[in-house]
């Protein structure tokens, strides 16, 4: 972080200046001319959350993607069918079991079988052929997409969450102070729902459980020195494709989660699939493939775009997406913490 | 159709050496019974094969052709051009006729046909620019995710799209007199294009520009070393691309005489894909083929599926199964599987099993 800040002053002192910013719009209250220039707080602190907790989905969409992307440089397009489908299979589970909290490793042993199974009979026979692979993962989704709309129909699915989350929690932020006539002032505090928070909270304690298994275990060393130099680990005798394989599993079984995480934050549909297949391709595009740290900001990032673009610029909300993108693309191809 | 001269690559000494012959005369037979069976459709085929099979499949397999040419001999498999046909459609909506008045400027077709397409060819150049940064699989990512932000932005702007409506009522201009959007008129109108598109990346592939692409594709470092702009070279390729796509593009949308998001959502993005690799990406036939092969099952799966006893709506599933086996059995699409039986049929049974 020293070594950044004494190689990009100029860009430092925008972070800092922006952190700033932030945690005033945060923690003050808003003076009028400030209300009166972008709206109420409450608006913008829900965005922000709402960003933020998008921004967790996200990542955990996109972690998956990012790490199989990394490893076997295999663009796995059927990574949101893989979703949709531990989307289903969570509401299922939760539905007949009434255990919201089974549907979680039930959705991402499931998914992960079925990512077995795709390395083992696709992406095995197909190796070193990237663009192969890829076409046939989006038939792969094509056929996937239509068997789920046979399956379980056109309708919306909720995972509804269990009692002890639902409801909203007092976050103590103020949102807005008004002086009554009587003379007393009349504080009122964002109330957010706990489920986000739990979720949000669950999702970065994956993010950090990923980033301890690829930095301080023997697996994690295996997959990193795959994703540096594929051929050399293999010559050193290293299980090669039981890494592949793992990961791969590991990666869809990550998908299957986030769909019972997203089928409780928004729900289980038909195009949900293509929905985040797209988000996770931006978030790895903008954040840097193969970089767990870099799908974490640009999860991050997409979900407060997404978020505030949708309550102060409504009609241009999902450019407003590509466009950092393309941003991103023009200055940075790499993407933001990618390795040129 | 003549697909027995591909395997022979362009050797340029070849027509030196021999007795010159006349050059029709050099052209191979499946050419001319193709050709004549083409130009003599309407007198067996009926209104509705011409206009909706044959004609859709012209104009399917222009755009797919585009991204043939792209990904064949520029190596860049490109997920934009049925984006780069909207951005035609639309703007042959938005400059010329339509039923919204209160967007359509109302400009004359020989205005609004070639600024239609100089608009595709720039905004091309632009989305060719931002897509050579990146390469092989790469390139699929952020050509896709170009695709979906078009097909986002046009279903929310109403002030230049028209949102989720579109345009409708475009037609095509009553040139010469005739209804352009009549059966036969409208069959020579797309078999003209198609072509005319088939022959101009046929006789790209060996020109100059061509052979430079293909060995950009091949080796890029190589072909800087010798002095050649890569970038320079790809972008002109996406560029190229844009007018075949963007002219398929303009005939689609004078075809259903409307343009609209759903014409460019994701669906018909991958349907251009599946159309190009099912057919095959190394002979600008293949995407043809593919095109017809896709605008009949697309019309008569419904059928044969609810004969079969499955629901008409299950077509998507024969498309990706379809799409899945081609994939898996063969590297080159329907071309490749057919080279394959070619060889395996001209291999002389005594020389195999050299070993032995």
Redesign the interface.
């Known amino acids: 972080m020293r070594r950044f800040a004494q190689t990009h002053p100029f860009w430092s002192a925008i972070i800092v200046l922006a952190v700033l910013v932030l945690i005033y719009l945060i923690f003050a209250v808003w003076p009028k001319w400030l209300v009166e220039l972008i709206g109420r707080k409450k608006i913008f602190l829900n965005a922000l959350f709402n960003g933020i907790t998008l921004g967790g989905l996200y990542f955990l969409v996109a972690s998956g993607f990012t790490l199989i992307f990394g490893l076997m440089?295999n663009?796995n397009?059927a990574h949101g069918s893989l979703y949709l489908l531990g989307g289903y299979i969570g509401f299922f589970v939760a539905d007949y079991t009434g255990m919201w909290l089974l549907a979680f490793p039930v959705a991402f042993l499931l998914v992960a079988i079925i990512g077995i199974l795709m390395q083992i009979f696709v992406f095995r026979l197909m190796e070193g052929?990237?663009?192969?692979q890829?076409?046939?993962t989006?038939?792969?989704s094509?056929?996937l997409?239509?068997?789920m709309?046979?399956g379980f129909g056109g309708d919306f699915y909720n995972i509804s969450p269990p009692q002890w989350l639902s409801g909203p929690l007092e976050t103590g932020l103020v949102t807005s102070e008004r002086v009554r006539r009587s003379g007393e002032v009349v504080t009122s505090y964002l109330k957010y729902p706990m489920v986000r928070i739990v979720i949000f909270g669950a999702s970065v304690a994956i993010g950090i459980g990923i980033w301890l298994l690829l930095n301080k275990t023997r697996i994690g060393m295996l997959i990193r020195a795959g994703v540096d130099d594929r051929d050399m680990l293999s010559a050193t005798g290293a299980p090669v494709q039981w890494v592949f394989l793992g990961v791969f599993a590991f990666g869809a079984g990550l998908a299957g989660m986030a769909g019972v995480v997203g089928g409780t934050f928004q729900s289980v549909a038909p195009g949900e699939d293509?929905r985040f297949l797209?988000a996770s391709?931006?978030v790895?595009?903008v954040g840097g493939?193969g970089s767990i740290p870099g799908a974490a900001l640009g999860a991050l990032l997409i979900g407060l775009a997404e978020q505030f673009g949708s309550v102060y610029f409504p009609?241009?909300?999902?450019?407003l997406t590509?466009l950092i993108?393309?941003l991103v693309?023009?200055f940075r191809?790499q993407g933001l913490l990618g390795r040129a | 159709m003549a697909l027995h001269d591909l395997e022979r690559p362009y050797d340029p000494t070849s027509a030196e050496g021999r007795v010159a012959r006349h050059w029709f005369e050099r052209i191979p037979t499946a050419y001319w019974i193709v050709v004549f069976l083409l130009i003599t459709m309407p007198v067996y085929a009926s209104n509705f094969v011409l206009f909706q099979i044959f004609g859709w499949s012209f104009i399917l397999g222009m755009i797919a052709t585009s991204l043939m040419f792209l990904a064949g001999y520029g190596g860049m498999?490109s997920l934009a051009q049925m984006t780069f046909a909207g951005v035609a459609g639309y703007s042959v909506a938005i400059f010329g006729e339509s039923a919204i008045t209160t967007i359509s400027q109302g400009w004359p077709f020989y205005v609004a046909v070639p600024l239609a397409l100089i608009v595709t060819v720039l905004f091309a150049t632009g989305i060719g620019w931002?897509a050579v940064?990146?390469e092989?699989?790469?390139t699929?990512?952020?050509t896709?995710?170009?695709a979906?932000?078009f097909f986002?932005?046009t279903r929310?702007?109403?002030d230049i799209f028209n949102g989720f409506q579109g345009f409708n009522s475009v037609l095509p201009p009553p040139l010469f007199g005739v209804d352009w959007r009549e059966a036969i008129p409208f069959y020579y109108l797309t078999l003209f294009f198609a072509a005319a598109t088939y022959f101009a990346v046929l006789y790209l592939s060996r020109a100059p520009f061509g052979l430079a692409l293909q060995g950009v594709r091949d080796n890029p470092r190589r072909m800087a070393a010798l002095g050649f702009n890569v970038t320079g070279h790809r972008v002109a390729a996406y560029a190229f691309s844009a007018i075949p796509a963007g002219l398929g593009g303009i005939l689609l949308t004078w075809q259903t005489s409307q343009i609209s998001p759903g014409t460019i959502s994701?669906q018909p993005v991958?349907d251009i894909?599946?159309i190009a690799?099912v057919g095959g990406l190394s002979h600008p036939i293949g995407p043809f083929i593919g095109a017809f092969l896709y605008v009949v099952l697309k019309t008569f799966a419904v059928d044969v599926l609810i004969a079969v006893g499955l629901g008409g709506?299950?077509f998507?599933?024969l498309?990706?199964?379809g799409?899945?086996i081609v994939?898996?059995v063969s590297?080159d699409g329907l071309i490749g599987i057919w080279r394959k039986i070619r060889e395996s049929r001209n291999r002389d049974p005594f020389r195999t099993r050299e070993g032995e």
């Open positions: 440089r663009v397009l052929q990237d663009l192969r890829t076409l046939v989006i038939g792969l094509i056929v997409a239509d068997l709309l046979w293509i797209l391709l931006v790895v595009i493939m009609t241009y909300a999902v450019v590509f993108m393309v693309l023009a191809p | 498999v931002l940064r990146t092989g699989i790469y699929i990512m952020i896709l995710a170009i979906a932000a986002y932005f929310q702007n109403y994701l991958i894909l599946v690799v709506e299950r998507q599933l498309i990706g199964l799409f899945l994939v898996y590297s």
